[in-house]
């Protein structure tokens, strides 16, 4: 258990947070929208009934979607473009080792398969990052707009409007792009934030940062 731990104990430490997380935002917004159900005269719903609402899809959703779109394009960015000095980034006019696959006699036993199948499985296999995170951001995306819709339509209902919007009529709506925008440029502002700080600030002993001791013209994490 131990030696699990210190192997894996980022992943771990950051998925239970992610879980006490979802679980507080789960029960505080059951509270929150009964809430707000007595105080327009609407029946309340139970805890396990609080799961369909689209006022707890919408929520999750909205901020998955703006998080995997941010580090999908992130990560595919960094590929081509540079920042001279930070640890984001991969030093300018160098070839290094992630911009490579080596020739197979030169591969570990442990490479995986994919890379040794070649073709079309080596083309989505050296990809399979980006097109993972893009994956989830359009599933957050429509999940989003699912909620969302869900959620302008029992406005529309409790003010007495007979009109109701399709979940693709209410991503053409200027509502749906305000909640998803407000939360696009707060991500893509704060890993530029990121990337620009890590050319003069440092933090002992993270991968995300330079040497404490690195000049801060020295670019990439080596």
Do not use: C
């Not at 809430?35 to 959703?61: L, M």
């Not at 595919?76 to 001279?84: A, D, I, M, S």
């Not at 050296?126 to 359009?138: E, H, I, Y």
């Not at 339509?153 to 200027?174: C, F, I």
Request: net charge negative; aromatic share 14%; hydrophobic share 40%.
């Amino acid at each position: 258990m131990r030696r699990m731990f210190h192997e894996n104990g980022l992943s771990i430490v950051l998925f239970a947070a992610f879980l006490l997380a979802l679980t507080g935002q789960y029960f505080t917004g059951w509270q929150e929208y009964n809430e707000d159900q007595r105080e327009h005269g609407q029946p309340t719903v139970s805890a396990t009934e609080y799961f369909g609402e689209g006022h707890f899809i919408e929520a999750v959703f909205e901020n998955w979607e703006s998080e995997f779109l941010q580090m999908g394009a992130y990560v595919y960015l960094t590929v081509w473009l540079f920042q001279k000095g930070s640890s984001e980034s991969k030093k300018p006019g160098v070839t290094e080792r992630v911009d490579i696959i080596l020739p197979e006699s030169l591969q570990k036993d442990e490479t995986p398969s994919l890379v040794r199948k070649g073709g079309l499985a080596l083309k989505l296999y050296q990809n399979s990052l980006t097109l993972a995170l893009l994956s989830l951001f359009f599933v957050s995306f429509w999940l989003h707009a699912f909620g969302g819709a869900k959620v302008y339509n029992e406005e529309q209902a409790e003010h007495g409007s007979l009109e109701q919007v399709s979940v693709v009529q209410y991503v053409g709506g200027s509502r749906f792009w305000f909640e998803s925008l407000q939360n696009w440029q707060s991500e893509f502002f704060s890993i530029g934030v990121m990337v620009v700080l890590s050319i003069w600030l440092r933090q002992k002993g993270s991968p995300e940062s330079k040497p404490v001791d690195a000049p801060h013209s020295e670019t990439g994490t080596n």
